[in-house]
């Protein structure tokens, strides 16, 4: 399995600012997946960050609104831009495994927006 | 296209008891690949198990045991003699082998284990 380092853990956020919310692979991968859990839901896709690539949003979501960063194949980075409280969730980045079939997941961040 | 249905919002049992959580999924895919995680309060996602859909070979991993049924479309998902550390969220998911990666989630169900 995959282990996978993303930070912060949680965060408290005023409205209108940004955050950048970093995820480090312990080893090469070509996909990374983001997701956003809002409370008490499942996990909904925000985008696939590709290496060398932009990359690809689900729709409802916008790359100005959550531009994605993937400068190498063990790091990438999500801004969450101009918050409102609406965007209060939890974060997760996500890997395939070695072997492309599971998903691996880190630790999460927790977002509030105040 | 495909869906995963997890009917059961919140289920709450007393610690030692047996619990099944349901797991309903559709698919027009031949092969696809069906998993359950666990989310504790903590709110990271474990990985527990995958399946493949022309596996239907029941597992059972220490307290933990899944039935995958293709008749019915289900893969349920029982803990025997639960903990109280087993309380957490439990997701099923799918997605086709031949998808990019991209998992279809159920809702989730709330698994209290009381003492």
């Known amino acids: 399995s995959a282990v996978i380092s993303q930070k912060p853990s949680r965060d408290i956020c005023q409205r209108g600012t940004s955050l950048t919310i970093q995820c480090q692979v312990d080893?090469?991968?070509?996909?990374m997946f983001w997701y956003r859990q809002q409370p008490g839901q499942s996990l909904t896709l925000i985008a696939t960050?590709?290496?060398?690539?932009?990359?690809?949003?689900e729709s409802g979501f916008v790359i100005d609104k959550f531009p994605i960063s993937r400068p190498n194949l063990t790091f990438s980075t999500l801004t969450v831009s101009n918050m409102s409280p609406e965007d209060s969730s939890i974060y997760l980045c996500?890997?395939?495994?070695?072997?492309?079939?599971?998903?691996?997941f880190g630790q999460g961040t927790r977002l509030t927006v105040v | 296209a495909q869906k995963v249905t997890q009917a059961q919002t919140e289920i709450s049992v007393v610690e030692k008891e047996d619990v099944t959580l349901d797991c309903v999924y559709e698919?027009?895919?031949?092969?696809?690949?069906l998993f359950w995680y666990k989310q504790p309060p903590s709110g990271e996602l474990v990985f527990l198990i995958r399946?493949?859909?022309?596996d239907e070979q029941n597992e059972i991993s220490g307290r933990y045991s899944w039935n995958f049924q293709k008749s019915t479309s289900s893969f349920n998902f029982t803990i025997t003699a639960s903990q109280v550390v087993d309380s957490a969220v439990y997701f099923c998911?799918?997605?086709?082998?031949?998808?990019?990666?991209?998992?279809?989630w159920g809702a989730g169900t709330k698994l209290i284990i009381k003492p």
């Open positions: 399946r493949n859909s022309f």
């Open positions: 698919t027009r895919d031949t092969t696809y690949y």
């Open positions: 996500s890997v395939p495994g070695s072997g492309g079939t599971e998903a691996f």
């Open positions: 998911a799918a997605r086709s082998t031949d998808s990019n990666y991209q998992l279809i």
């Open positions: 960050a590709n290496q060398g690539s932009e990359a690809t949003y």
């Open positions: 080893s090469q991968v070509t996909m």
